[in-house]
């Protein structure tokens, strides 16, 4: 069997739903298991709407522009079925509910934001069913088990193969839709981290020892770099699993981070394909040996430089780096790139207020604390000389970089 995830883009629209039909319907003969992510920006529409409601805000007007989002997709695609009408009306009713329960915040935007995922997924089951393919709607939440570290659960293996395995029988000649993104804790939602579709997809494959796993995007497959900021940018045919676990470390947005690592452990390719053309070949990332691959260009944008300044002039020290390290460990901050100099330990972050206020706000308790923000970060993996010199030498650095195969850059643009 193959499992498909279809992400935001290509179900953000009634046309889009068709041709996901359409390519569906090329593969019918093999069991599929397809994970669908929210339709276009619902999650972002959703984070506003769990923080005006929260918070005790009028959220009037952000929740109509999902409801409205959703309906026109639903007559637009000809759904006119009463009882179905009837269960997506009750997913609106029922947003307001969870939005108001108590709770932390982020256990409360794991309830509403994941409700999403769970609206699309049930469109597009109904559509397919309408389309004559054998469709089954699936809750990920019933059989994707985690902990509850909310907005970044943690995969508890164990249960989630056993109740995963449970599917094997509804494949057969049958699909299977159900939900990226989300997971569930006892009888709790939960939800593995923003743009987590691809790794509920890798999850599912897995568990059902897939025969592959294909990622549709709308670009022809995982690239050199963002063809939006270098347009010269090229297709890679094929990558190994490290290749692409490294790509998506250091930024690269075509494939969640934690994809890679359960796939790689059970040898199941990875595909990358394009859903406006699905005749293109894509990438495979699989077991494979490349010798010379060209420059991987990766920009990420929003990040903040923060740097340490020892206060009695003493050097920077193992016990010193030890506890800033704590200190960013307990803030649940991860370091994209770092450097140290006799006095000082500079780092760079990804920008998340207040998160990173907070920590700084810790360190200051024992070191001197600068920080700089809208800064990009420029990683260039497999750097060839022309690539090294005009990234390093380019305008508004302000931390450089480099081993033997890569080059790091912070820059204010």
Not at 129 to 155: C, F, H, M
Not at 203 to 219: M, N, P, Q, R
Not at 298 to 307: A, G
């Amino acid at each position: 069997m193959k499992v498909f995830k279809f992400g935001g883009a290509s179900i953000k629209s009634a046309a889009a739903i068709k041709n996901v039909a359409t390519i569906v319907q090329q593969f019918e003969a093999n069991r599929l298991l397809i994970v669908v992510s929210a339709m276009g920006k619902t999650t972002n529409a959703l984070e506003r709407f769990v923080w005006q409601a929260y918070n005790h805000q009028n959220y009037t007007s952000t929740l109509q522009e999902i409801v409205d989002y959703h309906t026109l997709i639903i007559e637009q695609l000809g759904i006119n079925s009463p009882a179905f009408i009837t269960r997506i009306l009750n997913q609106f009713e029922n947003l307001k509910t969870t939005a108001s329960q108590p709770g932390a915040y982020d256990f409360v935007y794991d309830q509403v934001v994941s409700q999403g995922e769970i609206l699309s997924s049930l469109i597009v089951n109904e559509f397919f069913i309408q389309q004559g393919i054998p469709s089954v709607w699936v809750d990920a939440r019933q059989y994707l088990q985690t902990d509850n570290t909310w907005r970044e659960a943690k995969v508890n293996w164990e249960q989630s193969q056993a109740k995963i395995e449970g599917l094997k029988k509804p494949l057969q000649g049958k699909v299977i839709i159900t939900q990226g993104f989300i997971g569930g804790s006892e009888t709790k939602t939960t939800t593995l981290g923003r743009d987590g579709s691809d790794y509920s997809a890798a999850i599912f494959a897995t568990c059902l020892a897939a025969e592959s796993v294909t990622i549709w995007k709308d670009v022809p497959g995982v690239m050199s770099a963002d063809p939006k900021r270098l347009p010269n940018a090229v297709v890679f045919d094929e990558l190994p699993y490290q290749e692409a676990a490294e790509m998506t470390y250091y930024g690269a947005s075509v494939i969640h981070p934690k994809t890679i690592k359960p796939l790689a452990n059970a040898n199941i390719p990875l595909l990358v394909k394009n859903f406006d053309d699905p005749t293109l070949p894509g990438t495979r990332i699989h077991r494979c040996k490349i010798y010379k691959l060209p420059p991987l260009i990766v920009f990420k944008d929003n990040q903040c430089l923060i740097s340490c300044k020892v206060t009695d002039y003493s050097f920077v020290n193992e016990q010193q780096m030890g506890h800033i390290l704590t200190t960013l460990s307990q803030h649940d901050v991860h370091i994209n790139v770092m450097q140290n100099s006799a006095i000082t330990f500079s780092f760079c972050v990804d920008y998340r207020e207040p998160k990173t206020l907070h920590l700084i706000e810790a360190l200051s308790k024992n070191f001197e604390v600068y920080y700089n923000t809208g800064l990009t970060l420029i990683t260039i993996k497999n750097y060839d000389n022309s690539t090294f010199n005009a990234y390093r030498n380019q305008p508004g650095v302000l931390l450089e970089q480099s081993s033997r195969s890569t080059l790091q850059v912070l820059v204010r643009l």
